[in-house]
């Protein structure tokens, strides 16, 4: 999140800034809604202003974090490229920029372990099901991925990655990680056969 | 588990069975420790004698049921076979065994999505992660599978079943599912180069 001088931030900026800070400093759970306030320069009547909770500012916050770095995920994609090339790219992207928001890290990784934050993480990933699902399905088309069903085979691979992401914030290394995934993915890759075989497993 | 006239049974193993029962058809959430009680024909006493909660009855069912298809999942693997094979096969009966329990699917999915049951679901799976974990450094060392870092690799595919079993268990069709986790695997088989050049990675 860019960060601008609090004199020009208005009320609820200041709020999602300070409630950041403390999320990733103390922790989401010994943060309190007076401990944000205070940091804000304001008073709990202004949070509830704009948040019906503590747990609702850190939805929002979490929100904008996996927005971020889908965005700079998908930023990598490469038209030029076959599917599994950018999924690959965008995934490794993915997993780098989580670990560099070293300072956020421990707050990224309460979005899967709270269950009343969990939720809007989940959110945030389904960007993944639909770009995924999309890219498949047009590579099973290309010949590029051997043919799966699309649905199972999206719901798989988001479910790794949100798994990958959650091993990568809890070991801080993304290195192994992504070796590891690229190597699954490369299952995908169709195994060469008869062209007239290939057609009719597409037919059936 | 195997069902025992409610005269042979003790208290703790008739509360058990009523307990599963009434957790499998009005679900978790909506069942009473006196629903269990009265069902099992004891009382609130005795319940709190053998659990100390609700939530404690449940791990203890979840545990007897991922244990028991821990178990026919293991019980399927062939030394004969090489070390994918017996994970693919070890898996395939994994997720028939969840879909074949029918009656008490919804009561395992609850499993994960309840945060106080998670946990032991969580620790059933655990087996998956050793006896992964071991029988791919084997792999690895006989040049089935292509060198990668193995926590990172064993963490990342018990992720995988998991998100797989989750899946399954929401969807339940197996099939699919076991077909993209069976493509996925393909993907560690290492790829063909050069004897000496396989040495060096595995050396370095």
Avoid: C
């Avoid at 409630?19 to 922790?27: E, R």
């Avoid at 304001?42 to 979490?62: E, P, V």
């Amino acid at each position: 999140m860019a960060r601008r001088e609090p004199k020009t931030r208005n009320t609820r900026e200041r709020l999602l800034s300070s409630a950041l800070d403390a999320f990733s400093t103390k922790g989401y759970a010994s943060t309190s809604i007076d401990d944000i306030a205070k940091a804000a320069g304001t008073t709990r009547g202004a949070f509830y202003y704009y948040f019906s909770d503590k747990a609702d500012i850190a939805r929002d916050l979490q929100q904008d974090l996996w927005r971020s770095i889908a965005e700079r995920a998908q930023s990598v994609f490469d038209p030029s490229l076959d599917t599994l090339s950018n999924i690959k790219r965008a995934f490794a992207t993915h997993l780098s920029e989580v670990n560099q928001l070293e300072s956020v890290r421990l707050f990224l990784r309460e979005g899967f372990l709270d269950p009343t934050l969990e939720a809007s993480g989940r959110v945030e990933l389904e960007w993944g099901f639909d770009l995924i699902r999309e890219y498949l399905a047009d590579a099973m088309d290309k010949g590029e991925i051997g043919r799966l069903e699309p649905t199972a085979l999206a719901g798989i691979l988001t479910g790794l990655f949100e798994v990958a992401t959650d091993r990568a914030l809890a070991a801080g290394d993304p290195v192994s990680i992504t070796e590891v995934v690229n190597a699954l993915l490369d299952g995908l890759v169709p195994s060469e056969q008869p062209a007239n075989l290939a057609q009719l497993r597409r037919i059936r």
